[in-house]
């Protein structure tokens, strides 16, 4: 259990990834809440698994909570935050999502022109069901708050100083290498499969780089389900580029390709396969060329 002094902290909204972070919490020793508003079923029944008190609107939610994490896809960070300061919130929002630096100061922007206080996040790793295999990296004036909140829970924390986007950026670089190295793969493995080389390939890679065609294979049933989810990421992560001064044209391509996955949002991992995924982008890329 935390030493921490235990607080009220609000969850928005209660994801796969989102649901893990309300659960380290409330490891940690702090009551968490969600609420209901204009949320799915499955969003419903996973704050009910989970014990989240319902606070029923966003509201009362910004009302009842000292802390609000903001976990949801990327093209929704600047609504869900400017929905924050209509309900007068001024506790501590810390923006979890897979955002750019620009984008994430302009939540900053958004956030303390209501009064709240704002810690920039980013997530690496899967949904954090076990330990040390997720990180919740963290900076900001109040980095240093939130990182105590996670004491005694499964959800590591790396504070990278007061740097209102440095959280976000470490994401962009991470993220920017397993998402944009898989989409990268999985469109080289359509262009040999066009040119009727896809078997060659595999055999090549058994030669020369073993693993690879494991790793193929574990992409197309990993990704294809969380695709869709991966497009504005992958928006974010081009843009971040760009101000870097670096090319963004990878990343604008793995849009394509995580966009050519988007039907198979939600689709049980053990029922896609390769061929099925390859298929998708290759019809995606006579489609666009017609």
């Known amino acids: 259990m935390s030493t921490t002094k235990n607080h009220v902290i609000g969850v928005v909204h209660p994801g796969l990834m989102g649901i893990s972070v309300a659960n380290a ?19 419903a029944q996973r704050a009910g698994d989970y014990s989240l008190h319902d606070c029923e609107t966003l509201a009362a939610l910004c009302n009842e909570c000292d802390f609000i ?9 600047l609504v869900v935050a400017r929905a924050i300061t209509e309900c ?24 303390s022109a209501s009064g709240a206080h704002y810690v920039d996040g980013g997530i690496i790793g899967p949904p954090a069901w076990s330990a040390g295999t997720t990180r919740l990296y963290l900076s900001g004036p109040r980095a240093a708050e939130v990182t105590a909140l996670f004491e005694g829970s499964l959800m590591g924390t790396v504070s990278l100083g007061e740097a209102v986007d440095a959280a976000s950026a470490m994401k962009m670089a991470y993220a920017g290498w397993t998402k944009g190295s898989a989409a990268l793969l999985l469109s080289l493995f359509a262009m040999a499969e066009h040119h009727g080389l896809g078997e060659a390939l595999k ?3 058994a030669l ?15 990704n294809a389900p ?6 504005g990421e992958m928006q974010q992560i081009a843009a971040t580029m760009e101000d870097a001064g670096q090319h963004p044209g990878a990343f604008e391509s793995a849009v394509d390709v995580y966009a050519a996955m988007a039907d198979f949002k939600s689709s049980p991992a053990h029922d896609i ?10 019809s995606t890329s006579k489609q666009s060329a017609s």
């Not at 994490?69 to 960070?77: D, L």
């Not at 007068?88 to 956030?111: H, I, M, R, W």
């Not at 020369?208 to 990993?222: D, H, M, T, Y």
């Not at 396969?273 to 290759?282: G, K």
């Open 203 to 205: 055999q090549e890679w």
């Open 88 to 111: 007068s919130f001024n506790g501590v929002y810390v923006d979890c999502n897979a955002v750019s630096p620009a984008t994430g100061k302009s939540v900053a922007q958004v956030l």
């Open 25 to 43: 919490l409330i490891e940690a020793g702090h009551r968490v809440c969600w609420c209901s508003e204009n949320r799915s079923a499955a969003s």
């Open 273 to 282: 396969t390769v061929e099925a995924v390859i298929r998708s982008l290759i």
């Open 226 to 231: 969380k695709a869709w989810r991966f497009i």
């Open 69 to 77: 994490f903001s976990v949801c896809p990327p093209a929704e960070a």
């Open 208 to 222: 020369s780089q073993p693993g690879l065609e494991k790793r193929l294979n574990s992409i197309a049933q990993g």
